[in-house]
């Protein structure tokens, strides 16, 4: 049987609250610039959660054509499609530079949540004397809304509308499954070229959680409670963690099958060398210990045919939660010892469906500029988190391989392990 194709990562698209595109990106990780302030989107008075992740200065209209097509996309879907159009361009790879039923997209998503200006006048049509009446809605309620309203909060739509901006006819599926979503989009995107299904795929995912119906929910969820300097509040596996902050954000990387990305002349940043996931459902309100974080880790280091001592650096999930941190710490522990690791949330908090690709994308520029950056806000070692947390200097030299973690709050867990070129 012959072997399987070797994946490939040729280009990396990112739409982030540290930077739009690769350069601004890898230039706030390596001048340790955090991307967490006070949210502006919305009034946060009073509610104990001032601080978010937000994307300033973004502008669709710079990436999006023809411009029509914002009409029904919401910012998460817009935030996909330039995260995807920046990855093609990062690659090299114009529209015509491979067969259009050979490129594919694998996209992740979350639960859109609309506008509320959208739904307002909806809204006060079923109304009566102060009270909403649920049964005016079919009557009264549509006359108000864009007819094309719902094609805008879908998730499966990032992975549509990436395909038409880029007349991708292969292979095409979403994933919602929190913050495992871009992940798991990239480890089948990978698996469908090594079955022959394509040669290139474009794979991430987007998310937007600085939204009003999130911030109401905030109090139920492990969010900081932090309100001094924004900049020091998330602190991953250090002892004075208290929760993780809301952001948003889209990635997108271009795989491919290497024989395609060598005939075209692309420069490799990295391999795909191996991919696991596993499940642990929470019991009884307890949290997770951990052990779908150590299955993945086995699978995606066995599916690599490498060791513990191959990895140079673990890039962590580190949502900078007491009980997160903690499990993730004693399985990267356990399986990995002291190998060093980088938590990127750090810098840009939890960006949901939007976490897993623009996580590994530091790992992948790390692997290609020889330096992995370092995890903000580290300053007391917790003992209860026994890992090897970069935090004085970025790591230099270190082994050409590192493995990429992920956990969503419902109990899936990745693992993924990528190399250098």
């Known amino acids: 049987m012959s072997p399987l194709p070797e994946v490939v990562i040729t280009g990396a698209g990112i739409v982030s609250p540290i930077g739009i595109g690769r350069a601004a990106f890898w230039g706030s990780l390596a001048g340790r610039l955090s991307g967490i302030h006070r949210i502006s989107a919305f009034d946060v008075a009073g509610t104990g959660f001032p601080f978010g992740a937000e994307i300033r200065d973004f502008d669709p209209k710079d990436f999006v054509k023809p411009r029509k097509s914002l009409k029904v996309m919401s910012r998460e879907i817009q935030f996909g499609v330039v995260a995807a159009s920046l990855a093609m361009s990062d690659a090299g790879l114009a529209a015509d530079a491979t067969d ?9 998503a979350d639960m859109m949540h609309c506008e509320l200006d959208e739904v307002a006048n909806a809204y006060r049509r079923c109304t009566t004397d102060g009270r909403f009446d649920a049964r005016l809605w079919g009557r009264c309620a549509m006359d108000e809304i864009y007819p094309l309203w719902m094609l805008k909060y879908l998730p499966n739509m990032p992975a549509c509308h990436i395909a038409i901006a880029h007349d991708a006819r292969g292979p095409n599926n979403s994933h919602s499954l929190g913050e495992a979503s871009s992940l798991t989009a990239i480890g089948e995107a990978a698996r469908i070229i090594e079955r022959g299904a394509a040669d290139v795929m474009i ?13 109401a929910r905030s109090p139920l969820l492990p969010v900081s409670r932090r309100e001094d300097d924004p900049a020091k509040v998330l602190r991953p596996f250090d002892a004075n963690r208290d929760g993780f902050i809301h952001g948003e954000g889209a990635g997108a990387l271009i795989l491919e099958n290497r024989r395609h990305a060598e005939a075209r002349g692309a420069k490799i940043l990295a391999r795909v060398a191996g991919f696991g996931g596993s499940f642990e459902p929470g019991s009884n309100g307890k949290p997770v210990q951990g052990d779908a974080t150590r299955r993945a880790i086995r699978s995606a280091l066995g599916s690599a045919g490498l060791t513990p001592r191959d990895i140079g650096h673990v890039n962590a999930h580190g949502l900078s939660t007491v009980a997160d941190d903690r499990a993730e710490a004693a399985a990267i522990r356990d399986l990995l010892g002291d190998v060093p690791v980088t938590a990127p949330k750090s810098f840009f908090g939890n960006l949901g469906a939007g976490t897993g690709v623009i996580e590994l994308a530091v790992s992948v520029l790390a692997l290609d500029a020889g330096e992995v950056p370092v995890t903000l806000n580290y300053e007391q070692p917790d003992p209860a988190c026994p890992v090897n947390v970069l935090y004085r200097q970025p790591l230099k030299g270190s082994s050409p391989a590192a493995l990429v973690l992920n956990q969503s709050s419902m109990g899936q867990s990745v693992a993924m392990v990528i190399c250098k070129g």
């Open 203 to 215: 794979a991430g995912g987007a998310s937007s959680r600085i939204h009003p119906i999130i911030w």
């Open 100 to 108: 259009a039923e050979r490129l594919g997209v694998v996209f992740g």
